[in-house]
């Protein structure tokens, strides 16, 4: 039996590094977002002031987004994702710490913020590693890194559900371990070449009006992301929503668990359907399947809480490609015709950059959701409902993803 080609085995072990890097995000973000409810009770926190403190979160994302550009830019971005590696760790723990006992307001304020930098930072980072070894490939392979975003959540639901009596405090410190013990992952390194190599997007030609137009893109489905994750268990334990909701943390699961496993079903077979379909009709048909599942949820009845966790369960099937598939589209408009020594660290920049439209949708997913929200969460579920019909002509933006150089 021929072995495989050390390239190939090279390329394989970045894959599974990098599919690591996303695991762990995803698992961390949705085990916090999943002890929201918790954590707004303890602090006795409005839905307004809730708001605010996933505002905090989302600024310093942006910020540390910024900061990953930088950073890969003098250096490289496997460095970035190791640095908000630890970021991420330190913020979990201080936020765990935050929870004991009464409770302290600005320990959580400041571990919030520590993990917003690393928030920000890794996903900036992770999807410049994964676009490097998507265009090495010459094929799409984005939806199947953020497959393990979503399996990361998945772990993190599930783990809500069985082991639900888990003090926030000795959670924290426990998934804390997992960032810290991919930090000596064999990411992908960048060839400097020569010293002027880095060059500043702005200056070397980018389509930017094509990369601003997928970007509205990826801000609809981080608005839709974020809503669904951020406030899906409190929408599920509102009494204001429903008359008879789910009274147990476990039961709050039950709108994020149905919602990642369509998004883990509809990622894994990504890959393929863009390959086959293309981009444009894959986002068209996310997006009118998204907004089915998002007026099932906003017009369940309130004596049925079970109907909005199926529509939950639609909304994941519609949206699950729209991100990667944008991220790729970003990075092939960013790569054309750059000089192959100069094409890294040019990508890696456009990422960076194009990864703040996350934070903006992010923006409109966590903090206007719950701030429309304040009266009544069936209003603010109506904002991303209108919005993802928006991805309907931004389609045809995508089309560069399926022939990659």
Known sequence: ???????QLTTRSHRRAIAGAFAVQGLLFISLTLRLPQLKALFELSELELAALMLLLVVLAGVGSVAAELLARRRDSALALRVALGLVAVGVVVIGQA???????????????????????NDASANMQAVAVEHHL???????????????????????????????????????????????????????GAPTAVPDPDAVGVRW???????????????????????????????????????????????????????????????????????????????LTAFLGL????????????VAVLGFFVVGLGVAAIAPLAFSAAARVAGEGADPAL???????????????????????????????????????????????ALVPLARHFASVGSLD
């Not at 426990?174 to 060839?191: E, M, N, Q, W, Y």
């Not at 099932?296 to 004596?303: E, G, I, L, Q, R």
């Open 1 to 7: 039996m021929t072995a495989p080609p050390t390239d």
């Open 99 to 121: 929870a004991r006992g009464d409770g302290s307001l600005p320990l959580l304020v400041a571990g919030m913020a520590v993990y917003g930098l690393g928030l920000g930072a």
């Open 138 to 192: 010459g094929r799409p392979v984005m939806p199947s890194f953020h497959a393990a975003w979503t399996a990361g959540g998945l772990v993190a639901t599930l783990g809500a559900i069985t082991l639900p009596d888990v003090s926030i405090p000795a959670g924290s410190l426990a998934l804390a371990v997992l960032p810290l013990a991919i930090l000596a992952s064999p990411f992908v390194r960048r060839d400097h």
């Open 209 to 287: 009006r094509i990369v601003w137009l997928v970007g509205l893109g990826l801000v609809v489905f981080y608005a839709v992301d974020t809503a669904v994750t951020a406030w899906g268990p409190i929408y599920l334990s509102s009494d204001d929503v429903f008359t008879a909701p789910p009274t147990s943390p476990a039961m709050y699961a039950l709108a994020t668990l149905p919602y990642l496993v369509a998004v883990l079903l509809a990622r894994v077979v990504g890959d393929a359907a863009t390959a086959r379909f293309g981009a444009p009709t894959v986002v068209r048909v996310g997006a």
């Open 295 to 306: 007026a099932v949820v906003v017009f369940a009845p309130a004596s049925s809480w079970p």
């Open 343 to 389: 094409h890294r660290a040019r990508v890696d920049a456009v990422v960076a950059r194009f990864n703040q439209f996350n934070y903006a949708g992010a923006l409109i997913g966590s903090v206007l959701t719950g701030a429309l929200g304040s009266t009544s969460l069936r209003v603010g579920f109506a904002v991303p409902m209108v919005l993802v019909l």
